[in-house]
Structures are given as C-alpha cells and as structure tokens.
C-alpha cells in the first residue's frame, strides 16, 4: 500500500513556475515508477509525466515536453514536477500516481496506477 499527498499548487500568472511535490508514505517507494496526470474542467484525466523507480528514465506528455521537468528524491519518499513556462491552458487538478507495474509502455495509461493522491489545484491566470 501507497499513501500520496501532494502539495505546491495555487495561482500563478501566465510565464511563472511552480513545484509541486508528492510525499509518499511506506518503505518500497523506490520500488514504484511514479506518474502525474491532470484534469481540467470537463475533461478526462490526461497523463503529464513519469519517472521510473530509479529515476534513470522519464516520460512527458508531448504538452509538456521540455517544459515539465519530473524528479525523484527516494531518500525523502517524494516526487516533484517542476512547472515552467506556465499558461493559463496547464490549469487543472495535479495527481500523483503510483505503480509497480513491469514494462514502461504502460507508464502513460491511467489505469495502470493503483494508488493515486487527492490532487492539487493549479490555476494559471492569463
């Protein structure tokens, strides 16, 4: 079992960063390949980024790419998601996800995810 809270949303205006940071409880976090998924008003959840278990390898949405960055801290049980460049179309509830799933094709699906936080707002002002 995986408990994850994440925290670092809130308001920001268009071209700002922020951070947002995923703290998970349990000791086999670093066994975990960990995802952040999003969701805007009216519409589906959409995959934003992954980093496998030994942060050797990512994967970002092609929104995102290069100005997302994800990271891993397994000494510290956390995830961050670096958010650089931000528009007002990145508003939307933040997730963190985690999974033990075996093959790194499926770190893009939603259902590969078991465990999943309670969300963070993001709200990029234009």
């Known amino acids: 079992q995986v408990q994850l809270v994440e925290s670092g949303g809130g308001l920001v205006q268009a071209g700002g960063s922020l951070r947002l940071s995923c703290a998970a409880s349990?000791?086999?976090?670093?066994?975990?390949?960990m995802g952040w998924f999003r969701q805007a008003p009216g519409k589906e959840r959409e995959f934003v980024a992954a980093?496998?278990?030994?942060?050797?390898?990512?994967y970002y949405a092609a929104s995102v790419k290069g100005q997302f960055t994800i990271s891993r801290d397994n000494a510290k049980n956390t995830v961050y998601l670096q958010m650089n460049s931000l528009k007002p179309e990145d508003t939307a509830v933040y997730y963190c996800?985690?999974?033990?799933?075996?093959?790194?094709?499926?770190?893009?699906?939603?259902?590969?995810?078991?465990?999943w936080g309670q969300g963070t707002q993001v709200s990029v002002s234009s």
């Open positions: 980093i496998g278990w030994s942060a050797g390898s990512t």
């Open positions: 349990g000791r086999t976090f670093s066994s975990y390949a």
């Open positions: 996800a985690a999974t033990n799933i075996a093959g790194s094709s499926y770190y893009t699906m939603r259902w590969a995810y078991p465990y």
